[in-house]
């Protein structure tokens, strides 16, 4: 079953594409040896090309390794993904300094250090994303809602089902199957409803109009 999600994810396919710029880049000394200008532009090209290689082959592994253990009810109900999506926009966000740490002929510390004079519009454009981060964590630490979980959130219209539960958005199925998506952090920053007690003694609840 585990092959299965692999062939899916084509994460044999992205392991194979990191294997001719390794063949390839110690042979250019021979062929363009004489032009050392278009040497060093075709080793640029050829390190992009594996780091972009090697980004989607532990990209696809993630998602393998999430598809399975996402099979199993203790992680299925838990607010796991948005993490998995934190570990996926470190990676990328890794690929991203060196690919550009090879364009300028610099070191990726180097780069990473001259980021810090970014950081405060670094925090202005990924500000959903840390405080969904942020609301992730306390959400999964203090199983405040699992997916499947009836919720009332009186704010956001919402009063349904948990669907699923992401990085940016918690997304609620009413029960006129209207779809309500909500951000992680208003759960935490404001009140909300969760029925689950009520499910798991058996209890049922009645409206009467």
């Known amino acids: 079953k585990s092959l299965k999600l692999a062939m899916r994810q084509r994460i044999f396919s992205h392991i194979t594409w990191t294997i001719p710029p390794l ?28 780091i ?9 592994l993630i998602k393998v390794l999430w598809d399975i253990f996402s099979q199993t009810d203790k992680v299925r109900s838990r607010p796991i993904k948005g993490m998995v999506q934190i ?28 980021l810090g004079a970014f950081a405060a519009v670094l925090m202005l454009i990924f500000k959903d994303s840390i405080l969904g981060f942020v609301a992730g964590v306390q959400l999964g630490q203090n ?38 998506t909500i951000p992680p952090y208003s759960l935490i920053s404001g009140a909300f409803q969760n029925w689950r007690g009520m499910r798991e003694c058996g209890g049922r609840r009645i409206k009467r109009s």
């Open 23 to 50: 063949i390839i880049i110690p042979l250019l000394p021979l062929a363009l040896k004489n032009d050392p200008d278009t040497l060093d532009l075709m080793e640029k090209i050829c390190w992009i090309a594996f």
């Open 52 to 60: 972009i290689a090697l980004f989607t082959t532990f990209n696809s």
């Open 87 to 114: 570990v996926q926009g470190a990676l990328f966000f890794i690929a991203v300094i060196i690919i550009f740490s090879i364009i300028l002929g610099k070191s990726p510390v180097a780069l990473i250090t001259g």
């Open 143 to 180: 199983d405040m809602v699992r997916i499947g979980d009836w919720i009332v959130v009186a704010n956001n219209m919402a009063n349904g089902v948990v669907m699923d539960i992401t990085l940016n958005t918690v997304k609620v199925q009413n029960f006129d199957n209207t779809i309500v």
